[in-house]
């Protein structure tokens, strides 16, 4: 009959099994291809400061990416990917969208458009009115938020106030209303505030933002496009999944014959592994490009040395004529030592690779970072388990379980 170990280690096998193929069907489904893999349009631009503009810097660069979502996001066509790239770069990724969707191009080169408008619809100021990135949240004696915003010439916005005094200054980013302040008296100063009470401070901040967003003095200049058939990118797709399928079958097969009971946990290991890190993307909403493919194949690789190491650690104890039990904890012991020094040092140089790295570079870099931790979870401590729990129900005693001769084994 069969121990409680044993039935311990089929009920945990039997229902994890059983949840990847309930869940594999949506977690698939739910995995968000990137441009070289979906199709789509790539444009690296290139921001420049209008004439008399100040230079461009990291915040007024961020702040233009930060246009550019939102301009992408407000017509519902396409989830963008937006990098900066270097001191004056952005990267738009628009998986989905050709050359010939002019209209969706047009609208990411053209400057951010604000305007504060009179009742008539007249522009009375614009985003170059106003000092970049100086609009703030502050909050009145009612501890009511309210937009502080900074104008360059004090003189000009007196003359437009005293037009409008007992009127509204609607404030429009690009054709979108985004606030409509009343003008309750002549302001001669650069300086003044929108009062937003009723409000909340989240609404006050994302008027700010915006605020600040179309004041920046930049614009975009396109110096590199590409862009990749939907055929092609399937193709590609297709292509490096059946050869990761294939390639993943044969070391598995090489596992089980070669190592036989560590190499069938090991199976078992890396499959929960491969589910288990799709999963992680898709909760992270991360995007799977071809250079995170190949990290992902790689991180399957790390995790076969890791469960190479570690088999190959319990064989040598075997050897020496020390018991099962006793050889797994001292293969497991010796063994974690080298995989986790191998596991940091690649870490390590993956977030290297991340920071200073530019689009692909990042998501390889990040798709390793969790496939090491996500590989630490499952071909360590899960392997161990799983093994932990065979060798304690006394039915896998023999060495031959293990790859072990008996003509190998050496007297104490």
Known sequence: MFGKRIIAFLAIVVVGFAAMAATSPWVIDGVKLGLDLKGGYEVLYEAVPFEGGSAVTPETLKKTAQSLQKRIDDTGLVEPEITTEGKNRIRVKLPGINSEDDEVLKMLSKPIN??????????????????????????????????????????????????????????????????????????????????????????????????NMGSLPLKLEAKYTQSVGAKLGMESLKDTVTAGIIGSLIVLVFMVVIFRVPGFVAAITIITYAWLLLLVQNLMNATLTLPGIAAFVLGVGMAVDANIITAERIKEEIRTGKSMLSSLKTGSKNSFRTIMDANITSIIASVVLYYIGDGAIKGFALTMIFSI?????????????????????NKFMKPGYYGVKESEIREL
């Open 114 to 211: 604000l305007t504060f408008r009179a009742p008539d619809g007249t522009i009375m100021l614009t985003g170059t009115d106003f000092v970049e990135n100086a609009a703030g949240v502050a909050f009145d004696n009612m501890n009511q938020p309210m937009v502080t915003i900074e104008l360059k010439d004090a003189k000009k916005f007196e003359e437009v106030t005293g037009k409008l005094v007992g009127q509204t200054m609607a404030i429009y980013l690009d054709e979108e209303l985004i606030s409509n302040p009343g003008v309750s008296q002549v302001i001669a100063s650069k300086n003044a505030v929108i009062e937003m009470r009723g409000s909340t401070s989240d609404k006050a901040r994302e008027l700010r933002d915006l605020i």
């Open 373 to 393: 931790l996500v590989s630490i979870v499952t071909n360590i401590f899960l392997a161990r388990f799983l093994l932990t729990l065979l060798v304690r129900s």
